[in-house]
């Protein structure tokens, strides 16, 4: 078994997980805080070659291609993080973080396979690899995987995979078929994200309270923020999609006009057109060149729509997101849990810069 890439993640931080800098934590405590979500993050890595290893050589391969691309972890830090407020990185609180992220690497199997995603972490995707069948039985299995370690913790970790998976379906259900006759489309679109993403946060950093043993008041201002801060961080990737290519990603700016996904800003574009003679001719234009599969124009419409307000909207809508998430948190004690989960927010609306 290859594992190069995996161990290397061991050495994973909090800066490049959550976008959180060494001179926050400047007290003992504060680096004791830091190290223990290290600790726990390597035993939570070393788990997940584990378990996401299977006896069929094909399934073996193709169950741990998205694992061993890469990623920050985002989802078991928090919920190590949130694990903080109360016994830590307990036998419970790393399966949990193992199941969490197991679900978030299923899913993504699935997304690139309705998105006709060509890439994924900086290698060709899974369907793009071995084709769609594979792709989406890959996911299934890991899908199968979660649940049997959140079946280890007992009922209640079981609603809570249950309630994620729904919500995650229907999230991708909805923006499959998009909005009712009558429906705001922007409301439409800001459900959609708090399952697709914010639900699967929300529920990282719920289970880290959860089995840590942290006191249940705790457990839905630290869900609330979760979900709020998905939002947030998928409205900045629609940002960044506008921004020129990648190379750690891959991704062509306007990846995902292309695909047709109607993200924030092509909502806001679209609602200024009915106004707005310049916006209605922009899109216009992007609509005449992902038609024609014409790539000079779409780098020359989404550079436009990169400068325009419609943006600019976005932008704004993100950090009212953060902000509310970041009230979420009034009831948790002041510590380096809360400040970091402040910090977090800060940076997740700041990638974009």
């Given at each position: ?51 996401m290893?299977f ?15 890469g ?40 997304d690139?396979v ?31 995987r979660?649940s ?53 946060i ?63 800003p ?13 916006s ?21 419409a ?19 997101w ?18 970091a989960l ?12």
């Open positions: 078994m290859n594992t190069s890439v995996p161990l290397a993640r061991r050495r994973n931080t909090l800066s490049s997980s959550l976008g959180l800098g060494e001179k926050l934590f400047a007290s003992s405590d504060e680096r004791r805080f830091a190290t223990a979500i290290e600790k726990g993050l390597a035993v939570v890595e070393e788990g997940l070659l584990t378990e290893s006896a069929d050589n094909l399934a073996d391969v193709t169950s741990r291609y998205l694992l061993e691309a990623g920050k972890r985002v989802r078991p830090v928090l919920t190590l993080l949130t694990a903080q407020l109360g016994d830590g990185n307990t036998d419970g609180v790393i399966t949990a973080a193992m199941a969490i992220e197991i679900t978030h690497l299923a899913s993504l199997y699935h690139d309705m998105d006709d995603a060509p890439m994924r972490r900086g290698v060709p995707s899974a369907q793009a690899k071995w084709g769609n069948s594979v792709a989406i039985l890959t996911g299934d299995l890991l899908f199968g979660a049997k370690l959140m079946a280890r913790l007992g009922s209640h970790a079981i609603d809570v995979q249950a309630d994620t998976f729904e919500r995650l379906c229907l999230g991708q259900l909805h923006e499959t078929i998009g909005p009712e006759d009558g429906q705001d489309p922007v409301q439409h679109y800001l459900q959609v994200l708090r399952d697709k993403t914010g639900s699967l929300a529920a990282a950093a719920r289970v880290g309270v959860q089995y840590s043993g942290a006191p249940e008041e705790y457990l839905d201002p630290v869900t609330e923020y979760g979900e709020k801060i998905g939002v947030a961080f998928q409205l900045i990737d629609d940002v960044i999609d506008l921004a020129p290519k990648d190379d750690n990603t891959g991704k062509n700016a306007g990846t995902d006009l292309r695909a047709g996904v109607s993200t924030l092509l909502l806001y574009l679209t609602d200024q057109a009915a106004t707005d003679a310049a209605a001719a922009l899109l216009e234009r992007i609509d005449r060149a992902v038609q024609a599969d014409d790539e000079a124009g779409v780098q020359s989404v550079a436009e729509l990169r400068k325009h307000p419609a943006t600019q909207r976005t932008l704004d809508e993100a950090h009212a953060a902000r509310s998430a970041i009230a979420a948190l009034e009831p948790l004690p002041r510590g380096p849990v809360k400040k402040v910090k977090f927010a800060d940076a997740i609306v700041e990638r974009s810069s």
